[in-house]
């Protein structure tokens, strides 16, 4: 019988930044996947579209979260092929996985990730916007902005700080675009190369990579070593 | 006194493969249930979609096996498959007895055999699949007799290019003008 088995992880994709915004929910993350220290994969798509209402991003072991992509995608072809009109919302979406990953801790076998669950659907108050999280070890809530790994300690505070109900789409990747740089400048495992994906009532998009400004332009970096006694 | 969408007899299998049932409806779910996981076992340990033959296949055997044991009652229903795989649209039958063959064009229930006759007059090499849903409604209407038979509702399902290759329903104004 599997007991105590707790792994570590392996290969680990970096934070993921969510928000609501006016239209729906956006979602962002680096396309990086690190193999311990090293920053082996450069090219990894950690947000994937669930079913026609939602946007799963995922942090930690990657393997792992394919292997939830893979749960996803019998669940939604189960939920197509009723075929009666109705089809899996974010919210029920959420639910599942809070139910896969703690399950999975129970066992001492966790899913070594933290995912985003973001989407929107039309309920009874018209089209509701939903935007939540799970981790590894289940504990579960839903946010008008999410952040997982770095983004916990660096993107949050920005996000508490400055996001608004009514955000239009380039303000909402603006203020995203702020959280990714500064996770870009002070957290070591991420990469300059990003993909933001969005969700609305008409569907969802991702959009392709592309890289962030920089700024390495401070005095202090010109002659690093002018200050330094030596070493011996 | 139907209620429209009540009674189903086009079932997806996978993304790419349907169902149609004729006979006793709950020993077709009976089929279709087992379809479908076959399917999804399929995709799961060899990464790919199954293709229909051999989806064809395992419903003929498990079709069989039920006419194999004194025990077990054959089904009471046979079921046409239709599939979009690697070697292009395929459609098969199978029949309570287990017996399977694919077909340009096949027929079951009750008026099948007139069914049959139309469906042979078609130039079916030709016909493209939106040409091919109405004259298959136009062959239902006209195998069903209106003294005898109980009022229907008429249910089309289509794999093709234009579906994207996806099993679906036709899409409702596709449906109303074959009506």
Redesign the interface.
């Known amino acids: 019988m599997p007991y105590y088995i707790i792994r570590n992880p392996y290969v680990t994709g970096n934070s993921v930044i969510a928000m609501k915004y006016k239209d729906g929910v956006i979602m962002a993350c680096d396309t990086g996947a690190s193999y311990g220290s090293t920053l082996r994969y450069k090219s990894v798509e950690r947000i994937k579209e669930v079913g026609k209402h939602s946007l799963i991003g995922g942090s930690g072991e990657f393997s792992d979260f394919q292997e939830i992509l893979?749960y996803l995608d019998?669940l939604t072809?189960?939920d197509?092929?009723w075929?009666d009109g109705n089809s899996l919302g974010p919210k029920e979406i959420h639910a599942y996985l809070t139910r896969v990953m703690y399950n999975r801790r129970n066992k001492f076998d966790p899913l070594w990730n933290s995912l985003v669950l973001g989407g929107v659907k039309k309920g009874p108050k018209g089209d509701e916007k939903y935007l939540g999280m799970v981790n590894m070890i289940g504990t579960h809530f839903e946010e008008n902005h999410i952040a997982t790994g770095f983004g916990n300690h660096m993107a949050i505070p920005i996000l508490r700080g400055e996001w608004r109900e009514d955000m239009t789409f380039e303000e909402a990747v603006k203020l995203i675009e702020k959280c990714l740089l500064v996770l870009l400048y002070r957290d070591r495992s991420s990469i300059n190369k990003f993909q933001i994906a969005k969700i609305t009532t008409e569907g969802s998009t991702i959009y392709p990579p592309y890289a962030l400004k920089t700024n390495w332009g401070f005095a202090a970096f010109e002659n690093p070593s002018k200050g330094a006694v030596g070493t011996w | 006194m139907i209620l429209a969408g009540s009674n189903r007899r086009l079932h997806s299998v996978h993304r790419n493969s349907g169902l149609a049932v004729a006979g006793l409806a709950a020993d077709g779910r009976q089929i279709v249930s087992r379809a479908k996981s076959e399917a999804a076992n399929y995709e799961k340990v060899y990464g790919e979609p199954m293709p229909v033959k051999e989806l064809a296949d395992r419903v003929a055997s498990y079709v069989h096996l039920c006419t194999l044991y004194w025990w077990l009652r054959p089904f009471g229903c046979g079921v046409i498959l239709g599939g979009y795989d690697r070697d292009g649209p395929q459609l098969y039958m199978i029949e309570p007895s287990g017996l399977s063959y694919k077909y340009f064009g096949a027929a079951l229930g009750k008026g099948r055999q007139a069914a049959k006759t139309e469906i042979e007059k078609l130039k079916l090499s030709e016909l493209t699949c939106r040409e091919g849903i109405v004259e298959v409604a136009k062959i239902i209407y006209g195998v069903h007799d209106e003294a005898k038979d109980k009022s229907f509702e008429l249910e089309l399902s289509w794999v093709c290019e234009e579906s994207n290759r996806q099993h679906e329903k036709v899409p409702s104004d596709l449906l109303e003008q074959a009506k």
């Open positions: 893979r019998e072809l189960n197509h092929m075929d």
